[in-house]
């Protein structure tokens, strides 16, 4: 299996704060990567697929970069509904598998 | 508008079945993979099993953790996914997501979720 490994776990910022997350896989994934957002309480949400597409009706403040085994996203100005955890997941073998996560707090 | 709706989950016994539903509206189904994804405090998101589309004869993919003991299944009439889930165990316990997968296989929908807790 594809592990996907991620950072920070946890991180806290402030609203307009430049925010960036990574995420490493095992091996190589070409862009078949996506990042999901969550609140608590809610299901996960699609952000960003392909590595670097948005999503239809996502924020342009989210960005995502990287291909093969490094990805980032990027949140340019921090919003209070941005607070949340963040996920990133290969589809690019099975099983899919998901990142551990990482919690951004106030 | 893309709706996903799960049901069926509930609290069931260590070697029990359960029947998870998800009520699909808003596109084609039959065009789809549908996936199913778990979700747990210690362990995060899990992917559990796949059906693929009408092209693709809705074979089905899973999870080395749940072959042999869960089945997708699809009724394309009545627009639902289904996970019939048997022998289940304690680590089963998560919610369940249905999630609708793009022609370039990326998640992008899925419902609020359904919890199942396997526990005597």
């Known amino acids: 299996d594809i592990q996907m490994t991620q950072s920070p776990s946890s991180l806290s910022a402030s609203v307009g704060d430049r925010v960036t997350i990574t995420c490493r896989a095992s091996?190589?994934?070409?862009?078949?990567f996506a990042w999901f957002q969550q609140r608590p309480g809610k299901a996960p949400k699609s952000l960003i697929y392909?590595?670097?597409t948005l999503q239809s009706g996502v924020p342009s403040r989210f960005s995502g970069s990287g291909s093969g085994t490094d990805f980032t996203l990027t949140i340019s100005s921090l919003q209070p509904e941005d607070f949340a955890t963040y996920f990133c997941q290969q589809y690019n073998s099975y099983p899919v598998t998901f990142g551990g996560g990482t919690k951004v707090e106030i | 508008e893309v709706q996903l709706v799960e049901s069926g989950g509930g609290l069931v016994q260590p070697g029990g079945s359960l029947r998870l539903s998800c009520a699909a509206s808003g596109f084609t189904f039959s065009d789809h993979f549908m996936d199913w994804v778990r979700q747990t405090p210690g362990k995060g998101l899990e992917w559990v099993g796949r059906?693929?589309?009408?092209?693709?004869?809705?074979?089905?993919e899973y999870a080395a953790s749940v072959k042999g003991r869960f089945i997708v299944s699809r009724d394309v009439s009545e627009n639902s996914l289904y996970l019939q889930m048997d022998s289940l165990k304690t680590e089963d316990t998560a919610v369940y997501y249905c999630v609708r997968v793009a022609v370039d296989y990326h998640f992008d929908s899925w419902g609020q979720g359904t919890l199942v807790t396997v526990s005597s």
């Open positions: 091996q190589g994934i070409g862009s078949s």
């Open positions: 392909g590595a670097s």
């Open positions: 059906s693929r589309n009408k092209a693709r004869s809705y074979t089905t």
